[in-house]
C-alpha cells in the first residue's frame, strides 16, 4: 500500500510520472480515480505498454495527502 512506502521512493505529479515511466524508472503507478479523462488514459496507456502495475486512489486529494504534500495530486510513482 502507499502509504507504507518511503516518500523518498515516491515521485509525484503527472508529468513526473510520465518521464519516470518512459526511462523505465517506475515499480508501481498510483493514479487518482478522479482527474481528467485524456490525462487518465494518457496513464493507463503508458502503464499498460510498460507492463507496470497501478493502484486507483479514491480521490487528487487523498493521494496528495497520502503522499505527504499540501496540494493534490493526479498520479505518484514508486519507483524502482
Known amino acids: 500500500m502507499l502509504s507504507e512506502t518511503s516518500t523518498d521512493e515516491l515521485l509525484v505529479g ?7 515511466i518512459a ?9 487518482a480515480k478522479d482527474i481528467d479523462q485524456p490525462l487518465k488514459q494518457e496513464i493507463l496507456e503508458a502503464v499498460n505498454n510498460n507492463n507496470i502495475p497501478f493502484e486507483i486512489v479514491e480521490s487528487k486529494n ?19
Open 14 to 20: 503527472s508529468k513526473q510520472t510520465l518521464k519516470a
Open 23 to 31: 526511462g523505465n524508472q517506475v515499480k508501481k503507478i498510483f493514479l
Open 62 to 80: 487523498e493521494l496528495g495527502r497520502i503522499c505527504g504534500i499540501d496540494v493534490s495530486a493526479a498520479s505518484a510513482a514508486l519507483l524502482k
